[in-house]
C-alpha cells in the first residue's frame, strides 16, 4: 500500500545538497537580485545599486554645489553675530566657549561672502589669541598673578569682539589690535 504523500516526495526537483533547503539553485548568470551563486555565498554581479540614481534631490544641497553669496546687508549681519557669539560666549563659559562660537561661524559663512568672511576670521583670530592667553594665565595661577590675567584677558577678548561687531554692523573691514592672523 502506497502512501498518500509518497508520490509528491518523488515528483519534487532534486534536492541539491549545496541548498540546505531543498531548492535548485538558479541558474548562473541571473535571476536573484543577491546574487546567489549555489555555493552559499552572496556575491556582486554589476547590478546598480537601486537606492542611487545619480539625481541630487531638491532642495537638499550637495557638497559639489556651489553656496550662494549672501547679500551685503546678511554679510554685515553675520559679520556681527560672527563677534557677538564669542562675545556673548566668553563672560557665560569664562572664556572656554567663545572659540567655538567664533569656528562655528567660521564654518557655517565663510563661503558666503568675502565681508562675512574677514569677520569671521579675525573673530577666530582673536579667539585663537584669547585662548592663548587663558591658558598661559592658568599656568600663572601657580604663582597668583593668572587669577588677574585671566579675567582681564576675558574682558579685553569681550571689548575687542564688541568693536569688531559695531564695525561689522556698518560695513566696514577691521583688523583687531594684538592679533596676528594664524587664520586667513
Known sequence: MTQPHDHDQHDAQPQDPRDPHGQAPPPPGGGD?????????????????????????????????QQQVLSPQDQRNYGML??????????????????????VVYLMYKDRGDFVRAHAVNSLNVQIVTAIGLILSTLLMVILIGFITYPLICVVAVVIHVIGASKARNGELWSPPLTPAFVR
Open 33 to 65: 537580485p543577491q546574487g546567489y551563486q549555489g555555493t552559499g555565498q552572496q556575491g556582486y554581479q554589476g547590478a546598480p545599486h537601486q537606492g542611487y540614481q545619480g539625481v541630487p534631490q531638491q532642495g537638499v544641497p550637495q557638497p559639489w554645489q
Open 82 to 103: 560672527a563677534h557677538l557669539a564669542p562675545a556673548i560666549a566668553i563672560p557665560l563659559s569664562a572664556g572656554t566657549l567663545g572659540f567655538v562660537a567664533s569656528l
